[in-house]
């Protein structure tokens, strides 16, 4: 079932209750079917994330000559050498899809034009392109956006690289980029990211080392020419789509519900010990691995909220999650700060002003500045009442779909369409829940 098209609005519900599954993580997704493509055998993907994204970077991988097809409800992908595409790579609005296939390509050795939709164009892209061209690669951009041209053949050297902010893209770009590359490449990130890439690396036989910087980052190192070998991946729930369901449920008055075999790496779980933080009653339940991942069920209940003060050095952990952290926080007594979130100025929108304007046409005491946001509550529920303007942008989206499950009045969206970029079954299982949701004829 796909998310409706249109406008949408979300009404003041009964307690949220029951059990189910977010989609798979999208990170993971992305990642699965890349390394798969990279290395020399057949490998089965379960769980993958069928969002507009993911099946970019699919499109992406059968132009670059890899075998990428769906077998009932799993994904089976033949990996093998590289082709230049006959066509440019076009990513929609998949900055995750571009950036991480930018470092695949050019360690493949091939030749690639990278594209998207006008929001993607708008989005940086030089923080990859920097380190791949102290690397050899021959890239050409537009003033550093897309569209992206990376010419193939060049010969490639390691390099040791010291990111100037904590990016997993980046870091995946670069090691993605140093199978190919001469040498040892290390990365230097000045404050550990989501992990994913180094973790899906080792499950498909590279070998990395890794070394403390003495502070809170970290080195990594990967020697080039090494073959990526057929593994089978089972992708965990994503966890900032569970965030949705999670934070329905602790301002909505009377919910207990649980999102099962939900990814809990702790570099991706900032956003539930903020909650926790807050006061939420929020439980991980049933913990396990899979594919080298932490997963667990997770059970969320109303609970009384208190604002606080979100560290910035928590913002990597939960960079996805801040616009409904900050409609959770309209529902918390007191004021809560969220700092170093500059990055969420150059996502899908400008999250930050965006979020700012909804809760402000909702009646919230909210203000910002170029890498903070500041959310005042009363522990009361806002008024809502507003049509907010989603500026083409998912999580903004959701976000304010789940304040008005619990505000005064309901809260409209201008756009649902763009939610199936990374959550097609949000409407499904919100009503799953009971949430009164609909679209607005």
Known sequence: MSSPSGRMRARRSAGLAGEGRAPGDKSISHRA???????????????????????????????????????????????????????????????????????????????????????????????????????????VDNDGRLPVSIEGGSDLSAVTCKLAKPSAQVKS?????????????????????????????????????????????????????????????????????????????????GSDLTIKNVLVNPLRAGFYETLRDMGADIAFENKREESGEPVADIRARHSILHGVEVPATRAPAMIDEYPVLAVVASYAIGE?????????????????????????????DVKSGPDWLRVKGD??????GALVKTHHDHRIAMSFLVMGLAAKEPVEIDDAAMIATSFPDFSALMAGFGADMAPVS
């Open 379 to 384: 522990g009361k529920a806002p008024h809502g």
């Open 336 to 364: 809560t700060m969220m700092r170093g979130v500059e990055e969420l100025r150059v996502k899908e929108s400008d999250r930050i002003a965006a979020a700012e304007a909804g809760l402000v046409a909702c009646g919230v």
């Open 173 to 253: 770009a670069i090691l993605l980029a140093a199978l190919g590359a001469e040498g040892l490449t290390r990365v230097h990130e000045p404050q550990r990211s989501r992990d994913h890439t180094e973790r899906m690396l080792n499950a498909f036989g590279v070998e990395l080392g890794f070394e403390s910087d003495g502070g809170p980052g970290r080195i990594i190192s990967l020697q080039g020419m090494q073959q990526l070998h057929a593994a089978n991946v089972v992708v965990p729930g994503d966890p900032s789509s569970a965030a949705f369901a999670v934070a329905a449920a602790v301002i909505t008055p």
């Open 33 to 139: 079917l890349i390394f798969a493509a990279l290395s020399n055998g057949d490998c089965e993907i379960s769980g993958l994330l069928e969002g507009d994204d993911v099946l970019r970077t699919a499109a992406a991988l059968r132009a670059l000559g890899a075998e990428v097809e769906r077998r009932g409800r799993d994904w089976r992908v033949s990996g093998g050498p590289w082709k230049t595409p006959g066509h440019a790579l076009y990513f929609g609005n998949s900055g995750t899809g571009a950036r991480l296939l930018m470092g695949a390509v050019a360690g493949a050795g091939v030749a690639a034009v990278f594209d998207g939709d006008a929001s993607l164009r708008g989005r940086p892209m030089g923080r990859v392109l920097e380190p791949l061209r102290m690397m050899g690669v021959n890239a």
